[in-house]
C-alpha cells in the first residue's frame, strides 16, 4: 500500500470509530471503549499524515 492509502484507511477507521461512538447508549462501557479506540485511531491518523507529509518533503 503507498502512504496515501494507509493514511485514508487510517482516517476511515477513525470516522467509523466516531459514527459508532456517537449512537452509542450514554454511560455505558461500550462508549467508553470506543472513546479510547477512537483515540488511538485519531493519533495513528495524525502519524500517518505526519509521515506521509514527510515523506513528500524529501
Known amino acids: 500500500m503507498t502512504s496515501k ?4 484507511q487510517a482516517y476511515e477507521l477513525y470516522y467509523i470509530i466516531r459514527v459508532q ?3 452509542a447508549p450514554e454511560r455505558s462501557v461500550h462508549k ?3 472513546h479510547f479506540v477512537g483515540l488511538r485511531a485519531f493519533n495513528r491518523y495524525i502519524r500517518r499524515q ?3 507529509q514527510a515523506q513528500n518533503d524529501i
Open 5 to 8: 492509502e494507509l493514511t485514508m
Open 50 to 52: 505526519k509521515a506521509e
Open 21 to 23: 461512538k456517537h449512537w
Open 32 to 34: 467508553k471503549r470506543l
